[in-house]
């Protein structure tokens, strides 16, 4: 049974479905199609398909990036309470995102420049590259992979890593189930070589480092905070 | 960094059996347009950042919920955000003029149209919002994109309430039927 603002003719719960999805509804009636969707399989479907119609309108909005903090605002609400060593690493990923300044794109893009002339001669494998970075807007590690030689990373701003834990390397290609652990980087030093034979680099893959208690994770994917990530994209020849 | 809607998917699914990562990954990829839809509609960053919050915590608790088979992963994601931020500006008193000279001007100066048309998805309804008057057209943008009220268009476009309300459920079924004729 429907309730009084729901209509059941078809002309009419489409426009009150178009109106829904459109945000013309004012709160009371917006309201009620939000409460009869459960139970409403007519309006349910008028609405996804109103949804699919308008879509390409949200490209009107601009892109904008998010302020600092607000990633780990939605974490300090699905975490659950918070092992003894979590909350100093999350205030040194916050502070990770500070240290980082506006004018690191030139040292990353220099720093990608000196990583890619050190690579051996010979006939070349297909070569990846990506930046991870701790926020959007913060450039950490400069990484460089192909199947032969595995994945190199080069530390843009190297940060201390927090008390009580280590930082774990993943790969997740397109396809992927989950994550492959593709081993731990060093407390201390700013460049790394990783054996990628559990996950051969491929275009798209992402690359991860998680906070992970010592020894990593226990069940074989990122359980602490994925602090930073980037994307593998292949360098054309 | 931008995900494919396969990617986003499965990441949804992994955020649902409990996977904090795949959470993160999807914020990585898709944060700065969520954001920049809800601060489209509040322009005010702080408002359209708790939005942002309240989505993405709504997103872990509802990714069971996500089934690929009935829709796009971007579209859900975009439809929670959208829905969140259409609720603040209600709060906020929407359905009352607004004082603020202002609202929604950058929006009027060109046709904002014009912009989705090249995008493969953009093409149909592009198509068929060209086919509207443009006066329908351009309530229905500022209803969807800006989050206006009918009380706000009708101010915005200076005409009766009663017109806009009357636009916007016209421009709604011609849409329907050209996007379903073309389809």
């Known amino acids: ?237 | 960094m931008q995900a494919e809607e396969a990617e986003l998917s499965a990441w949804i699914s992994q955020a649902g059996g409990g996977d904090q990562g795949a959470l993160r990954r999807i914020y990585v990829a898709e944060s700065a347009r969520l954001f920049g839809i809800a601060l489209k509609i509040l322009r005010e960053r702080a408002a359209a950042q708790d939005v942002l919050q309240d989505a993405f915590v709504a997103v872990w608790q509802r990714a069971r919920q996500f089934d690929p088979a009935r829709g796009s992963a971007r579209i859900w994601l975009a439809a929670i955000v959208r829905h969140r931020a259409l609720d603040v500006a209600r709060s906020r008193g929407r359905e009352t003029l607004s004082d603020d000279p202002g609202l929604g001007d950058e929006v009027v100066t060109d046709d904002p149209v014009e912009r989705i048309a090249a995008a493969a998805d953009g093409a149909r309804l592009h198509g068929c919002l060209k086919g509207l008057e443009e006066k329908n057209r351009r309530s229905i943008v500022l209803a969807f994109v800006d989050g206006m009220s009918h009380a706000q268009v009708a101010e915005k476009l200076d005409v009766p309430l009663g017109t806009v309300k009357a636009w916007i459920r016209r421009g709604l079924l011609s849409l329907r039927s050209c996007m379903e004729g073309t389809a």
């Open chain 1, 1 to 237: 049974m429907s309730p009084p603002d729901i209509p059941s003719a078809p002309e009419e719960l489409e426009a009150l479905a178009g109106e829904y999805v459109l945000g013309t509804l004012d709160a009371r009636l917006a309201e009620a199609v939000r409460a009869a969707l459960p139970a409403n399989a007519p309006l349910r479907e008028a609405v996804a398909a109103w949804e699919r119609r308008l879509d390409p309108l949200t490209r009107l909005a601009p892109p904008a990036d998010p302020p600092a903090g607000a990633w780990e605002a939605i974490l300090a609400r699905i975490a659950p309470a918070p092992a003894p060593v979590a909350s100093p690493a999350r205030r040194r990923a916050a502070g990770w995102q500070h240290l980082f300044g506006a004018g690191l794109a030139g040292a990353v893009v220099a720093g990608l420049a000196v990583f890619l002339a050190v690579r051996p001669a010979g006939p070349p494998p297909e070569r990846y590259v990506a930046v991870m970075q701790s926020d959007r807007a913060a450039p950490a590690w400069v990484v460089e992979a192909d199947r032969e030689s595995g994945i190199r990373l080069a530390a843009v701003n190297r940060q201390a890593v927090p008390e009580g834990r280590v930082m774990q390397l993943w790969g997740l290609a397109p396809g992927d189930r989950g994550p492959t652990s593709l081993g731990f980087v060093p407390a201390d030093g700013s460049r790394f070589s990783f054996d990628a034979r559990a996950r051969p680099p491929v275009d798209g893959m992402l690359v991860e480092i998680s906070l992970e208690p010592p020894g990593g994770s226990p069940i074989g994917r990122p359980t602490g905070p994925v602090v930073f990530i980037g994307r593998l994209e292949r360098v054309a020849r």
